[in-house]
């Protein structure tokens, strides 16, 4: 982790501990079987088959040759105790934007979503909200935590064991003696913020933060809905990538402020681009389509998401055959 990540990370941890505290009194309150994909998204990839509803196929990722049964829209995009802390309060933050998207969905269908600001507006924050409530964000949440917290404790051990020293025998009139009593210390200073990282509380007053972020980023930026000219999208369980793109070279998966591009497929026939020079409608050739879809697929933790019968099952083997996700492995 670089330097400025690391301080920005610390800067922020005054903020998210009295976060913490106002959600203490609710943490465990919970919703069972929370969704990092939005239903409305899921159903937008789904087709009706008479009286069972609304279906779409979950292809599993690591076992491509499987028969993949159709599932409803609410048995996908689930990832059991995802927020492991205050989820319920959590899912009202994300409810206030979920109930805006029908009517943001519509409004493309028929054409004419860059006539009305908030609809834009909505599916910006649509791309934000996917972008951190997501497996990816999670992992990057865990790492960064696991790192700063073995580099503060290494320094307090180290570098910065003369200051630890003070502040025992300021706060208590102890000397301390040896590396164990130092790092008694050290675990003791520390102990406040494993325990909130250990129970998700840490987790839970980020992505509520990182997710404002997100937004105020997003929406500086213009917006581009894609429309194949052949071929449809599919949509991954981590649907929402960033891309940084520098020449011939692509990075998928980069911080916000890295990215050239943020990509959330909107059913079959669309696909969103946020942060953008410019707002608009633009037609992608069938090299993007298949471009994106592999995107998908090398940003998915397990799953991508198909329209039932429309054959992309086949080329998503394909896919598969050519290597693209083997440095996962």
Known sequence: MNEGSRAQWLAAAQQIDARIEELRPEADRHVVGQHVISQVLLKRFAARFGSNGLKLVPFNLDHPDRVHKMASPRQCGKVP???RFASASLEQVWGKLETRIPDAARAVDRGDVFQH?????????????????????????????????????????????DLLRLAVLQRSGLHLSGPQGLATAADQILSPHLTNF????????RIEDTFAKAKEMISEAGLEILVPAAGEFLLGDTPAVA?????????????????TAIVLPFGPRHLLVG????????????????FLNRLQIEAAEQRVYLRPRSGLDAIVRGYLKQGIRSARS
């Open 117 to 161: 600001e908030e609809h834009v507006q909505t599916l910006k924050d649509l791309i934000a909200l996917h972008l951190v409530r997501s497996l990816n964000y999670r992992n990057v949440h865990e790492r960064i935590f696991t790192n700063i917290y073995t580099e503060t404790r290494t320094a307090l051990l180290t570098d910065r064991s």
């Open 275 to 290: 942060r953008t020079p410019r707002n608009g409608l633009s037609i992608a050739t069938e090299e993007t389509v298949g």
């Open 81 to 83: 105790h995802f927020a």
């Open 243 to 259: 891309i940084q793109r520098s020449g011939n070279r692509i990075r998928i998966s980069v911080a916000i402020g890295d990215s």
């Open 198 to 205: 250990e129970n998700g509380a840490d987790f839970r007053a």
